[in-house]
Nanobody, 123 residues
């Protein structure tokens, strides 16, 4: 079992920045893949960024590439999502997910999720 707790969301103006954190607990993490996904009202959960815990290999969605950066801190069992140049269309609930066997861009493959953190970007 893996427990995930997200934090760092909030209300920000367009062009602003936020950093989301996801603290993981419950088991060893070396074989885990981690991901940040988001879900806006009336839409499906979509991939934002993923990272492999063991080597830090990361991949970002085209819509956030150059603005968002995923990273992890092994000592703190924490995955971060640094979000810059935020746009109103980034408004959503952001979720952290974990799975065994490496990260994936498919939300359906993640058995473990945090409770989500709201990000609202005003124009």
């Amino acid at each position: 079992q893996v427990q995930l707790v997200e934090s760092g969301g909030g209300l920000v103006q367009a062009g602003g920045s936020l950093r989301l954190s996801c603290v993981a607990s419950g088991r060893t993490f070396s074989g885990l893949g981690m991901g940040w996904f988001r879900q806006a009202p009336g839409k499906e959960r979509e991939f934002v960024a993923i990272i492999n815990w063991v080597d830090g290999a990361a991949h970002h969605a085209d819509s956030v590439k150059g603005r968002f950066t995923i990273s992890r801190d092994n000592a703190k069992n924490t995955v971060y999502l640094e979000m810059n140049s935020l746009k109103p269309e980034d408004t959503a609930v952001y979720y952290c997910g974990a799975r065994s066997g490496g990260a994936s861009t498919a939300a359906s493959l993640y058995p473990y999720w945090g409770q989500g953190t709201q990000v609202t970007v005003s124009s």
